[in-house]
Antibody
Framework: QVQLQESGPGLLKPSQTLSLTCTVS??????????WSWIRQRPGKGLEWIGY???????SYNPSLKSRLTISVDTSKNQFSLKMSSVTAADTALYFC????????????WGQGTTVTVSS | NFMLTQPHSVSESPGKTVVISCTRN????????VQWFQQRPGSAPTTVIF?????PSGVPDRFSGSIDSSSNSASLTISGLKTEDEADYYC?????????FGGGTKLTVL
C-alpha cells in the first residue's frame, strides 16, 4: 500500500531554514496521478495547508506563507521536500506530507507527521 | 479567498446521530468538492468523506456527507455513534488551486 514518511531535523533555532523530506513508497511520483502536499498543525490547533507540488515541479503555495516557502520534487528518489526560511516559534508544529488527487478531491494518504520545534 | 467555519465542539450520546456543519463564507459551497477528515489524538488525519458525499472503502456507512446550497454549507452526519468516533473532524475544500481547511470540530461521545 502507499506510504509516506516525513524526515528532517526536529529542532531549529529562530531564523534558520526548516528542511523536511517526504519519501513515498507504493506509488511513483512521476506517474503524474497526484499532487504531493505539505500540511502542518500547530500545538493544540487545526490543520493548515502549506502547499503542494506536481511531478513536473509545478507548485501551489499558501499565500500567507508563500514568501518563505520552496517545495521541490526529486522523482529519481521518489521524494518531495519542503523548505521554509526564517522560522520563528510560530512555525513550531507537527508537519505532515500527504498525497492529493488531481480532481481536487482531497488528501487520501497521509504520513504520520514529524514534529518541528523552533526554540532558541 | 473564503473561509470554512465549523462549530468548535459537539457532543452526543452513543447510538445517536450528530451533524457537523461547515459553512463557506463567500462563493458557492458547490463550486469545489468538500472533504471531511477524522483525526484521533496522536494520529494523522484520515478521510471519512471525499467529493462531498463519497466514502472511502473501509469507512462505515454510518458516515455520510452532503452539501446544502441554501445555507452554503456542507454537513457530516454520523449515525449510530460509537465511542470510537470521538475525534476531531475537519472539513476541507479548494479556493481555485489553494487548499482551505475548516477550523475543526471536536466530537465528544458521552
Amino acid at each position: 500500500q502507499v506510504q509516506l514518511q516525513e524526515s528532517g531535523p526536529g529542532l531549529l533555532k529562530p531564523s534558520q531554514t526548516l528542511s523536511l523530506t517526504c519519501t513515498v513508497s507504493g506509488d511513483s511520483i512521476s506517474n503524474g496521478g497526484h499532487y504531493w502536499s505539505w500540511i502542518r498543525q500547530r500545538p493544540g490547533k487545526g490543520l493548515e495547508w502549506i502547499g503542494y507540488i506536481y511531478y513536473t515541479g509545478s507548485t501551489s503555495y499558501n499565500p500567507s506563507l508563500k514568501s518563505r516557502l520552496t517545495i521541490s520534487v526529486d522523482t529519481s528518489k521518489n521524494q518531495f521536500s519542503l523548505k521554509m526560511s526564517s522560522v520563528t516559534a510560530a512555525d513550531t508544529a507537527l508537519y505532515f506530507c500527504a498525497r492529493e488527487g488531481l480532481e481536487l478531491g482531497g488528501m487520501d494518504v497521509w504520513g504520520q507527521g514529524t514534529t518541528v520545534t523552533v526554540s532558541s | 479567498n473564503f473561509m470554512l467555519t465549523q462549530p468548535h465542539s459537539v457532543s452526543e450520546s452513543p447510538g445517536k446521530t450528530v451533524v457537523i456543519s461547515c459553512t463557506r463564507n463567500s462563493g458557492s459551497i458547490a463550486t469545489t468538492y468538500v472533504q471531511w477528515f477524522q483525526q484521533r489524538p496522536g494520529s494523522a488525519p484520515t478521510t471519512v468523506i471525499f467529493e462531498d458525499n463519497q466514502r472511502p472503502s473501509g469507512v462505515p456507512d454510518r458516515f455520510s456527507g452532503s452539501i446544502d446550497s441554501s445555507s452554503n454549507s456542507a454537513s457530516l452526519t454520523i449515525s449510530g455513534l460509537k465511542t470510537e468516533d470521538e475525534a476531531d473532524y475537519y472539513c476541507q475544500s479548494y479556493d481555485l488551486t489553494n487548499v482551505v481547511f475548516g477550523g475543526g470540530t471536536k466530537l465528544t461521545v458521552l
